[in-house]
């Protein structure tokens, strides 16, 4: 979890009356929900506007990044030979596999990175969720399947990948409408 960006009071407050009466205000405010109270109130973590900002940007990044990955193995299982070459441990193809299969694997991983979600994003959060757990699984059959065909057990990798793939992809775009509905409020 990151820790909230906080600047030193004393330097804010310093010499600035107008500024102490606001804050004062604000913290006044922030007490008076009006919520009527009786029941165990509920902390939920605030992000500054940067916050919202970075984890905007680095949602979109992993977005991105989640969907180069699907796109770079749907390329590389197009074509026949493609698949033919990897089966033959072309190493510049195994590589690039390789590569988007990591990424994919460290779907979660990098969502949680992104740190505390902001208010207002928590269906795209979700979504994201659920498209990593699908995506992790395309990765994971990746790897087997890549063995069992490099082993000459003839594999349709394409095809035993769609699924969890497809579904990622899927989960993917929703989570980027959920995305969109959120930033324009």
């Known amino acids: 979890m990151t820790a909230p960006i906080i600047e030193p009071t004393t330097a804010l ?24 109270g009786g029941g165990t109130p509920t902390i939920t973590p605030s992000v500054s506007a940067a916050g919202v900002q970075q984890w905007r940007i680095g949602f979109v990044q992993w977005r991105r990044s989640m969907t180069h990955a699907i796109n770079d193995l749907s390329v590389l299982f197009s074509e026949q ?41 928590e269906d795209t959060r979700a979504e994201a969720i659920l498209a990593c757990k699908r995506l992790e699984k395309g990765a994971a059959t990746l790897v087997a399947d890549v063995k069992r065909l490099r082993s000459g057990h003839g594999v349709d990798l394409f095809d035993q990948l769609s699924g969890p793939l497809g579904d990622g992809q899927a989960l993917i775009r929703q989570s980027r409408v959920d995305f969109r509905q959120a930033a324009t409020g």
């Open 13 to 36: 407050l310093q010499n600035r009356p107008g500024r102490l009466i606001a804050v004062s205000i604000a913290f006044a405010l922030a007490g008076c929900g009006g919520g009527g």
């Open 81 to 121: 030979d493609t698949v033919r070459a990897i089966a033959a441990g072309n190493t510049k193809l195994v590589t690039r596999l390789f590569a988007a299969e990591r990424v994919l694997a460290a779907c979660s991983s990098k969502l949680r990175a992104l740190g505390v979600t902001p208010s207002g994003y």
